[in-house]
């Protein structure tokens, strides 16, 4: 088995670690008597992520009714979620799955690789995002902008008006 593609069942590190545990949980069930896998995996992950495992199992060619080649699917797959690169990123909002989606699937294209996000959320730095990955760091933020261009506006406003002593006007005698 290769990598196969993960991003559908998580983006975070915290939702990968949740991730792990659940197959964890799957894989110490598998010897169980009574085990029924596609009952565990709606138990484990829910109905969506359930169909959509069984697709991975399916194109991994992994016999189901195997335990062995499940107990070795379900490794491998541990294996590869810690192997997963961690980008850490600052946003100035929490994001929804929507906008995780959106990031996984630009880093994937742009940088042809899979990856795990640290989230920080930050509003201070307004917009853009920070990214820090294997020790390079990217400032993408607007907070140093929107600071430049309020210090410009205000500045200019400041000249625009009379200074208070000139406004004086001495009453005739």
């Not at 760091?137 to 607007?142: G, R, V």
Request: hydrophobic letters at 45%; one cysteine or more; charged letters at 25%.
């Amino acid at each position: 088995m290769g990598d196969v593609e993960l991003s559908f069942f998580f983006h975070t590190k915290l939702e990968a670690n949740d991730f792990s545990l659940r197959l964890s949980n799957l894989s110490d069930g598998l010897y169980e008597t009574g085990f029924n896998l596609e009952k565990a995996l709606v138990d484990n992950l829910g109905i969506d992520k359930k169909d959509r495992f069984m697709v991975l199992l399916r194109n991994s060619h992994v016999n189901v009714n195997s335990v062995s080649a499940l107990k070795d699917f379900l490794e491998r797959l541990q294996e590869q979620i810690g192997k997963l690169p961690v980008l850490s990123i600052t946003l100035a909002f929490e994001p929804n799955e929507e906008t995780l989606k959106l990031l996984d699937e630009w880093f994937s294209l742009n940088l042809k690789k899979q990856f795990i996000f640290d989230i920080e959320v930050a509003p201070d730095i307004i917009g853009g995002a920070m990214i820090n990955f294997n020790g390079k760091y990217l400032d993408c933020t607007l907070r140093e902008k929107f600071a430049k261009i309020v210090k410009d506006a205000l500045a200019t406003e400041a000249a625009s008006k009379p200074s208070p002593v000139a406004k004086r006007q001495v009453p005739a005698a």
